[in-house]
Structure formats: structure tokens, C-alpha cells
């Protein structure tokens, strides 16, 4: 079986549509077929600053919304990045690896430090890409499940894979990005040009799986759209249309075509009523199995721990063959 890998940060609290429909969603698909790995990346979470207990309880629950949105730890393997020592080890490697010139060139990062400015920018949150290069050799993925917003990450991993195998011999597997078309990208409810985002979004902008429900339906039913009156997809003319079309979609599985002969004649009011029911119902189910995780944490802590020790085991192969590669000296 193939192999995949990805994380999601524990920092916001609730996953946003985003999340759910351009990653979480595929990772629930690919344990089905693949051999997959999925981690919540507390590491990453540190590199802007974290209150401590609230980022231990942010960890749980984004545990228990993987799970509850559909992850069997059965199927899959799912840990904590903090948990397997690995990441930081071989993080380390990359680093000297990765030329200041490449890394300088990440637009997450040139957005997010231009946001902050230079003195609130941590150097850990310029590195993050190449802990997340780290993330995936560790594990010889085959494929990265995540949104749009990680292509490059995921082009800067393969640079590195080949960097390394070429210097010191074959050893990493070069993964390639698993990036839906249709859901690489959920744009802000508010302003549809750019996407769903946990730290730019407004408030009304953005859906918050754990959110009341209501409040969620609310959001749909006020997200802008145009001034126009047909429902088509059309993502260059349309952008808000063809995002409620696209998230519409992605949750009932009719098809865009579908869904265009259904509303033909009809007002964007319509579709936004019969949207926001459709989020109502999908939401409703999903808080409630998160509450469920959480209320037993002890189930929760042994699925993690039981993750994180057959993580280990992977991550451990493959950076002792990475250091003897390097040449460091074996402890013996
Ligand atoms: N709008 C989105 N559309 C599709 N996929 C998205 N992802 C995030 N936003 C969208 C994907 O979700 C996965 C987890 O991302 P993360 O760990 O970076 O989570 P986050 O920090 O909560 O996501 P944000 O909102 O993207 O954070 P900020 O605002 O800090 O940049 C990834 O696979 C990501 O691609």
C-alpha cells in the first residue's frame, strides 16, 4: 500500500471548513487505500506563541475532531508530533540542508512575518517548512494530503528529498502533493478572493466546524455573492457562487452540474437556505462525536500513545539510515 502523510495544527481550537474540505476530509478517504499517517503538529503550533494549557487542550481536540470527522485508528496511524523526537532530529538535518535563499523564497512565510513584523517573527516559523519536510521523509510518504496552500512546502520537500538522496545515496522517497482540484482551495465567505483562513478570515468569513450550528447556517446565509442572479459555477466571474456551489457539492456529493439544472431560475437565496441545512446537518453530528472523545480522554491518550509508538518505530528506520548516510558516528 501506498503511503501518505499529513498534520494539522492543534492552535485553533475548532477546524474550519477549510480544514474539513481540503484536507481532513481526503485524509478520512485515504486510510481506505493507503498506509496513512496523520499527526496533530504541536511543534508547528509553537512557532507563534502558545498559552501552555491551552495548547495542551487544543491538542485533544483536534485529536477528537480527527476522529470524529471519521479517522479509525484501525486504519490508520494517528500521533502527535511532540510525541515522536524524530521530527525535530531529522528537522535539524534538513536545516543544514536548506539553503537561507530557498527558504527565504516560502510565501506562507514572507505573508505571515510581513503580518507580524521582523522582531515578532520567530525563526521557528521560518523553519516550519523544513520541519515539515522532516514530517514527511520521516515516514517515505508517497503522497501529502493537504490544501493548495502547501504546494510549495510540498515542492520545497521534494527538492530536499533528491538533494539528499543524490548526495548521499538513495534514502528518502520523493513525495508528491495530493491536492484535490476541486476543494484545494475554500474561499472566505466574505471576501471569496482569498481563502479560508484561520488567522485572516473576519469572523463571518470563516465556518468554524464547532461553532453552533445556527451560527453556522447564518454565516452561509449571508456570504457574499454578486449582483448578478444566475447560479453557475463559474470561479473567475463567480467566486462566492461557485465556492457555496463547491462546498454544497463536496458535502452531498451531487455533482456541480447537478446542482446547476436544480437552481436554474432560482434566487441565490434558495441555494443558501438549502446550504446552510445542509451545514446544520453535517456539523450537528460532528460536534457531537468530538464531545464524546472528549469526554474520555483516557480513550483518547491510548489512541494517541498507541499512534505515536507505531509512528516511532517508522520515523526511528528511517533517521538512523539518514545519520548513517551523514556519517555521524554510531552510539554504541
Ligand atoms: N481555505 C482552505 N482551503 C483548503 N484547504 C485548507 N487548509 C487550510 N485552509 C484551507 C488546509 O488545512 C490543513 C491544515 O492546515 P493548518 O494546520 O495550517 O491549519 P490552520 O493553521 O488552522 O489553517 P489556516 O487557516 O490555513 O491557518 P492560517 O490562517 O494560519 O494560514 C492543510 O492541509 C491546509 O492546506
Given at each position: 500500500?501506498?503511503?501518505?502523510?499529513?498534520?494539522?495544527?492543534?492552535?485553533?481550537?475548532?477546524?474550519?471548513?477549510?480544514?474539513?474540505?481540503?484536507?481532513?476530509?481526503?485524509?478520512?478517504?485515504?486510510?481506505?487505500?493507503?498506509?496513512?499517517?496523520?499527526?496533530?503538529?504541536?511543534?508547528?503550533?509553537?512557532?507563534?506563541?502558545?498559552?501552555?494549557?491551552?495548547?495542551?487542550?487544543?491538542?485533544?481536540?483536534?485529536?477528537?475532531?480527527?476522529?470524529?470527522?471519521?479517522?479509525?485508528?484501525?486504519?490508520?496511524?494517528?500521533?502527535?508530533?511532540?510525541?515522536?523526537?524524530?521530527?525535530?532530529?531529522?528537522?535539524?538535518?534538513?536545516?543544514?540542508l536548506t539553503g537561507f535563499g530557498e527558504a527565504s523564497r516560502m510565501?506562507?512565510?514572507?505573508?505571515?512575518?510581513?503580518?507580524?513584523?521582523?522582531?515578532?517573527?520567530?525563526?521557528?516559523?521560518?523553519?516550519?517548512?523544513?520541519?515539515?519536510?522532516?514530517?514527511?521523509?520521516?515516514?517515505?510518504?508517497?503522497?501529502?494530503?493537504?490544501?493548495?496552500?502547501?504546494?510549495?512546502?510540498?515542492?520545497?520537500?521534494?527538492?530536499?528529498?533528491?538533494?539528499?538522496?543524490?548526495?548521499?545515496?538513495?534514502?528518502?522517497?520523493?513525495?508528491?502533493?495530493?491536492?484535490?482540484?476541486?476543494?484545494?482551495?475554500?474561499?472566505?465567505?466574505?471576501?471569496?478572493?482569498?481563502?479560508?483562513?484561520?488567522?485572516?478570515?473576519?469572523?463571518?468569513?470563516?465556518?468554524?466546524?464547532?461553532?453552533?450550528?445556527?451560527?453556522?447556517?447564518?454565516?452561509?446565509?449571508?456570504?457574499?455573492?454578486?449582483?448578478?442572479?444566475?447560479?453557475?459555477?463559474?470561479?473567475?466571474?463567480?467566486?462566492?457562487?461557485?465556492?457555496?456551489?463547491?462546498?454544497?457539492?463536496?458535502?452531498?456529493?451531487?455533482?456541480?452540474?447537478?446542482?446547476?439544472?436544480?437552481?436554474?431560475?432560482?434566487?441565490?437565496?434558495?441555494?443558501?437556505?438549502?446550504?446552510?441545512?445542509?451545514?446544520?446537518?453535517?456539523?450537528?453530528?460532528?460536534?457531537?462525536?468530538?464531545?464524546?472523545?472528549?469526554?474520555?480522554?483516557?480513550?483518547?491518550?491510548?489512541?494517541?500513545?498507541?499512534?505515536?509508538?507505531?509512528?516511532?518505530?517508522?520515523?526511528?528506520?528511517?533517521?538512523?539510515?539518514?545519520?548513517?548516510?551523514?556519517?555521524?558516528?554510531p552510539a554504541k
Amino acid at each position: 500500500r501506498p503511503r501518505v502523510l499529513s498534520g494539522i495544527q492543534p492552535t485553533a481550537g475548532s477546524f474550519h471548513l477549510g480544514n474539513y474540505l481540503g484536507a481532513v476530509r481526503q485524509w478520512v478517504a485515504l486510510q481506505e487505500s493507503h498506509d496513512a499517517f496523520y499527526m496533530v503538529v504541536d511543534l508547528h503550533a509553537i512557532t507563534v506563541p502558545q498559552d501552555p494549557t491551552a495548547l495542551r487542550a487544543n491538542t485533544r481536540l483536534a485529536a477528537a475532531q480527527l476522529l470524529a470527522a471519521g479517522l479509525d485508528p484501525e486504519r490508520c496511524t494517528l500521533f502527535v508530533q511532540s510525541h515522536v523526537p524524530e521530527h525535530a532530529q531529522l528537522a535539524w538535518v534538513m536545516n543544514c540542508l536548506t539553503g537561507f535563499g530557498e527558504a527565504s523564497r516560502m510565501t506562507q512565510f514572507k505573508d505571515k512575518s510581513a503580518k507580524q513584523g521582523a522582531d515578532r517573527t520567530s525563526v521557528g516559523l521560518f523553519t516550519y517548512p523544513i520541519l515539515q519536510i522532516a514530517d514527511i521523509l520521516l515516514y517515505q510518504a508517497n503522497q501529502v494530503p493537504v490544501g493548495e496552500d502547501q504546494r510549495q512546502h510540498i515542492e520545497l520537500t521534494r527538492d530536499l528529498a533528491e538533494r539528499f538522496n543524490g548526495r548521499y545515496g538513495d534514502t528518502f522517497t520523493v513525495p508528491a502533493p495530493y491536492i484535490l482540484k476541486e476543494t484545494g482551495k475554500v474561499y472566505d465567505l466574505q471576501d471569496p478572493a482569498v481563502k479560508m483562513s484561520k488567522s485572516a478570515s473576519s469572523v463571518k468569513g470563516i465556518i468554524n466546524l464547532l461553532d453552533e450550528p445556527k451560527t453556522s447556517a447564518k454565516k452561509i446565509k449571508s456570504a457574499v455573492t454578486d449582483t448578478d442572479t444566475v447560479i453557475r459555477y463559474d470561479a473567475e466571474a463567480k467566486p462566492g457562487v461557485s465556492n457555496l456551489l463547491t462546498i454544497y457539492s463536496t458535502l452531498t456529493g451531487e455533482s456541480i452540474a447537478d446542482l446547476e439544472k436544480k437552481y436554474e431560475g432560482k434566487m441565490y437565496g434558495a441555494l443558501k437556505t438549502d446550504l446552510a441545512e445542509i451545514m446544520v446537518e453535517f456539523v450537528t453530528p460532528f460536534r457531537d462525536r468530538t464531545q464524546e472523545y472528549l469526554d474520555d480522554p483516557e480513550t483518547l491518550d491510548s489512541i494517541l500513545a498507541k499512534g505515536a509508538e507505531k509512528a516511532r518505530a517508522v520515523a526511528a528506520e528511517t533517521l538512523a539510515s539518514a545519520y548513517d548516510r551523514i556519517g555521524f558516528l554510531p552510539a554504541k
